[in-house]
């Protein structure tokens, strides 16, 4: 079975390679082991060297990595750069936090319990498979890798078919910043190949973001095989505006929210929801402002969206948003696939939708906005909880009352006031519902593939 490297703006096959059989995984599954059962031993300052190096790489060969990226997966140039340089800085944010993160942990005065030290210590669970998206071809590996690597676990990737080139990049670049050869791989390998991994007794746990398949495949083997898991899926996350505020500002960053990544984000805001007093402000500067990106050759530094990354991708928004315009959606911007190669598809904004419309519950994965009318805040949190995800959020108000309800009420595994949902390595990411369970970043992420081993000490 080949994996090809297709580029979205073109259709054309840049790159072809071959899966591997099972001599091969094997080979990989070995080495991985062989090496855990040496690098647990070795010093977070050793680790912390070698991801710093890897961090100082990937500044080096920003440019060259991006391109990669956009040829790929057809994000914009301008993007890839920005999200390679945010793996450097998740890279150097654990090489310099994971001692603390995972420094010996008091559990109770030692006397209440007959000890003399009673204490946790987080300890690596081994080899960690992660199955990964092509959205975020880089940052999203690394948000795990990083973490794992220096808690002391080895990683296998299984990245998605369509980004070999990317995944191949990322096993030499760990080997190049000096860890140890096995502590980081690389599978090419299809989807069919992924249980045999999981299943291996030398696999400890596994991570997947992606779709929700492709989450409830790898939790239901893993379940059977008593694996620990982290999900990441789905979302549709919602975007609140009150009438307290800025709205100027709100339907600005709108405009960002949804077409981030060329649309493709699992937290990019899908569901626009506003207060009636504001509505028609915020409709008009947030239709325009879409309607004004240009959409193009990602590697024109002057394109704003380039195209989706699939033809399977843009059918599927094109088919939502058929279904949406046969029960009586309005079309406010876009719409219309445009002829010619590639899979480009136009910032679209549609209105007037109904429940029965696919698109009021399910995720739309591209620059398509949905635009609801709520007559005060009661209805547009139920409305923003409609859905089954529940991974970010957005409200913008300027009443502390209505933030407090806001925090307390939006059914999401994070909500940010008056600002848009993006991840940082210093905050917990996950979500809630059918988002899936499980943090990464910040220091929950790190101990979530750790073993807290509880130490009693007479």
């Not at 990669?68 to 057809?74: D, K, L, S």
């Not at 990083?146 to 676990?153: E, F, I, K, Q, V």
């Not at 990602?298 to 928004?317: F, M, S």
């Not at 990464?440 to 009693?456: P, Y």
Request: proline residues 5%; hydrophobic residues 45%.
């Amino acid at each position: 079975m080949a994996i090809r490297s297709v580029n979205p703006a073109t259709g054309a096959v840049v790159a072809a390679f071959d899966a591997l059989g099972d001599t091969e995984i094997e080979e990989r599954l070995a080495r991985a082991s062989a090496t855990f059962a040496t690098y647990r031993r070795t010093t977070f300052a050793e680790r912390a060297g070698w991801l710093r190096r890897a961090a100082d790489l990937i500044d080096a060969e920003r440019h060259e990595i991006a391109v990669i990226m956009t040829t790929e997966m057809g994000k914009t140039l301008r993007s890839a750069e920005a999200e390679a340089a945010k793996c450097a800085k998740g890279m150097r944010f654990y090489a310099e936090h994971a001692p603390a993160f995972l420094a010996d942990e008091p559990l109770a005065d030692p006397g209440t319990v007959g000890a003399s030290r009673a204490f946790g210590r987080y300890l690596p669970l081994g080899v960690v498979l992660a199955v990964m998206p092509w959205n975020f071809p880089l940052w999203q590996v690394v948000r795990f890798a990083a973490p794992a690597l220096m808690a002391g676990n080895v990683g296998l990737l299984k990245h998605a078919s369509n980004v070999p080139q990317c995944a191949l990049y990322l096993e030499d670049l760990f080997l190049r910043a000096g860890f140890p050869a096995g502590c980081f791989q690389t599978l090419l390998i299809g989807a069919g190949q992924v249980e045999g991994v999981l299943r291996d007794p030398r696999v400890a746990a596994a991570t997947v973001t992606g779709s929700e398949p492709a989450g409830q495949a790898v939790a239901s083997v893993c379940g059977q095989e008593i694996k620990k898991t982290v999900l990441e899926l789905g979302g549709s996350d919602a975007y609140v505006v009150m009438p307290s505020a800025d709205v100027e500002r709100a339907a600005e960053v709108a405009v960002t929210a949804r077409c981030q990544n060329n649309g493709q984000s699992c937290i990019a805001a899908k569901r626009f929801i506003v207060h009636d007093a504001v509505y028609d402000r915020f409709a008009e500067l947030f239709v325009a402002g879409m309607a004004a990106l240009r959409v193009g050759d990602p590697l024109d530094p002057g394109t704003d969206v380039g195209p989706l990354a699939t033809e399977g991708g843009r059918q599927d928004i094109e088919e939502l948003l058929a279904d949406a315009v046969k029960q009586g959606a309005s079309v406010l911007c876009g719409g219309a696939t445009p002829d010619g190669p590639g899979w480009f598809f136009p910032p679209t904004v549609i209105g007037d939708i109904t429940t029965q419309m696919r698109l009021h519950t399910e995720e739309a994965f591209g620059p398509l906005a949905t635009l609801y009318r709520v007559p005060d805040i009661d209805a547009a949190i139920s409305l923003a909880n409609v859905t089954s995800f529940g991974l970010g959020s957005n409200a913008w108000t300027a009443d502390p009352a209505e933030q407090e309800r806001f925090i307390n009420e939006l059914e999401a595994g994070a909500v940010f006031l008056n600002g848009m949902v993006t991840s940082h390595p210093e905050l917990p990411f996950g979500g809630i519902r059918r988002s899936g369970y499980g943090r990464e970043l910040s220091a929950v992420g790190i101990r979530e593939f750790c073993n807290l081993k509880t130490v009693w000490a007479g």
